[in-house]
């Protein structure tokens, strides 16, 4: 017998699934019928692997679930055991863990799914760009999560950008971010910065401590972007950018790389270098 139709609540089911985001599109459309379905929670379990480790309050999704239903199916894939026996557990989630909690929280029996056949490393890389497309980001776990997709996959910034569905600048200003010190972060988190522009804005400062101090100002006084640029035009508001400078020893070429902030340390430098060179040659491999 068939479950109470209150259990299928917000997903017709003569309807096709389909996940919004246009990388699971993509991965769907290998299929000619990525057909949603629904599985029983008790059948269901996160993967271990999955790149999100912490929730966040629950309660909102837990009240829209009841309310409306889940609106959107979780992905999965089928759990690849080792070893002979039956397992409880027959899928493992790729995207769409808040989506499980708050469905147990709810009380729901089962929830809507498309079902992927892809590899660990497909499922990982869509569960890092579903994370991505969150909206309660904060602009360092942007940043963190642009970083895990390059070290794990080799991407190139290019790469990144079009996997999220996001221009290549607004990767490699998310990328800066990284740069900025611990103690000038957790004065981020205290004051509660959150804009990116502003906070790139802010490391271009010359120390620790001028970047405290701006943070502080835009805290109390509400400075956008725009105002620690005018300030920054002002005589003495802010040093020159820094420049190196490499000759080559038989002087067949020189090399002038100018930062914008003022200090660069030894690690900025090489890793500046590096993404130049690694852009190079992922431009030479497409053409």
Not at 103 to 129: K, N, T
Not at 172 to 177: D, I, R, Y
Not at 193 to 198: A, I, L, P, R, Y
Request: net charge neutral; aromatic share 4%; charged share 30%.
């Amino acid at each position: 017998m068939s479950e109470p139709a209150t259990r299928r609540k917000g997903l017709p089911q003569q309807i096709k699934m389909r996940h919004s985001h246009h990388f699971v599109d993509e991965l769907t459309s290998r299929s000619e019928t990525p057909v949603g379905k629904f599985v029983a929670l008790a059948e269901i379990e996160p993967d271990p692997a999955q790149p999100r480790s912490a929730m966040g309050n629950l309660d909102d999704l837990v009240a829209s679930i009841r309310d409306k239903g889940i609106l959107e199916p979780l992905l999965v894939r089928r759990h690849r055991f080792e070893g002979a026996g039956k397992r409880d557990k027959t899928h493992l989630i790729i995207a769409g863990e808040r989506r499980y909690h708050a469905a147990l929280a709810a009380g729901l029996f089962e929830v809507p799914v498309i079902e992927l056949d892809v590899s660990d490393q497909e499922a990982l890389e869509i569960a890092l760009i579903e994370n991505l497309q969150r909206k309660d980001l904060t602009p360092f776990e942007e940043a963190e999560g642009y970083r895990v997709l390059g070290d794990r996959h080799g991407y190139t910034h290019e790469q990144i950008a079009d996997a999220v569905g996001k221009s290549r600048v607004v990767i490699t200003e998310s990328l800066n971010l990284l740069q900025m010190p611990a103690r000038v972060r957790d004065a981020v988190q205290a004051l509660g910065v959150s804009s990116k522009s502003v906070l790139l804005e802010i490391l271009k400062a010359r120390s620790e401590e001028e970047m405290i101090q701006l943070l502080e100002r835009v805290s109390s006084l509400g400075m956008s972007r725009d105002d620690l640029r005018r300030r920054s035009r002002q005589p003495g508001g802010r040093r020159k950018p820094y420049v190196f400078t490499f000759k080559s020893p038989d002087k067949s070429y020189r090399l002038n790389l100018s930062f914008r902030r003022s200090t660069v340390d030894r690690h900025d430098l090489i890793t500046a270098l590096q993404e130049i060179l690694q852009q190079l040659v992922a431009e030479q491999e497409q053409n």
